[in-house]
């Protein structure tokens, strides 16, 4: 059987290094990317440049759209030509070359305003002593709060990928993303709820690109099985039967 064609963008990021390690071997893989990455088919191209990308989308089956400018703090005209008008650009070179499906990076701080209740600031900052034995996980069909513009863009990416699902025959999955770090571990506070680990950030994907042709678009949330997590893993393990392996419980 011909394995799928998968472009990543912006494979030299630490979750694109990840995704061509664990599963080059399943697929037939490129990147679109700025710069090259050795023993990788790359067309190096901007993703804010529309003609300039259009040929690494054809006869791809799905895209992983990775790229993005990530700091919460980067200043709006980066937010905009890279995770506003690059992602515009990614669904429409994916619409136009026939694409099957695209696995969009959105992100956790697409509803991290929601911090600012409780107890989901308690359990954030590891104030576990103010957190009830019990609380209600933030779910796919929790409106969304954004954290900073960074926040704002990804739920502009969630929004772009219903409207081309609406108007196309694309598939999109949106993946609200859980930290995800070098150094593949928890290293903050913070992390306690939220990280996730490189296996199962592609462990997630790989589902996602296995998914069945009939699902075209959905919201889900993508981290580890954390103890003091306030997002909600359930729709992802019945939908996808994704089931994360590890915990960053396992580092306390």
Known sequence: M???????TGMSGVIGTAVHRELHDRYDMSALNRRDIPGVACHRADIAELDAILPAF????????????????????????????????????????GVKRIIYASSGSAIAGWEQEMPY???????????????????HKTPPWPKALY???????????????????????????????PEDRPTETRHASVWCSRRDIVGIIEKCIEAPKDLKFDIFYALSNNRWSY??????????????????????
């Open 151 to 181: 926040g704002c863009s990804k739920v502009w990416g969630e929004a772009l990928a219903r409207h081309f699902t609406d108007t196309s025959g694309l598939s999109v999955l949106c993946l609200r993303m859980g930290r995800v770090i």
């Open 121 to 139: 600031g308690a359990l954030v900052e590891g104030r576990y002593d103010e957190v009830p034995e019990t609380w209600d996980k933030l779910t």
């Open 58 to 97: 054809e006869d791809i089956h799905t895209v992983v759209h990775l790229a993005a400018v990530v700091p919460e703090a980067s200043p709006w005209e980066e937010v905009l030509r890279y995770n506003v008008i690059g992602t515009y650009n990614v669904f429409e070179a994916s619409r136009r070359a």
């Open 231 to 252: 997002r909600d893993l359930e729709h992802a393990r019945e939908v996808l039967g994704f089931v994360p392996q590890d915990s960053a419980d396992d580092f306390t």
């Open 2 to 8: 011909t394995p799928k064609k998968v472009l990543v």
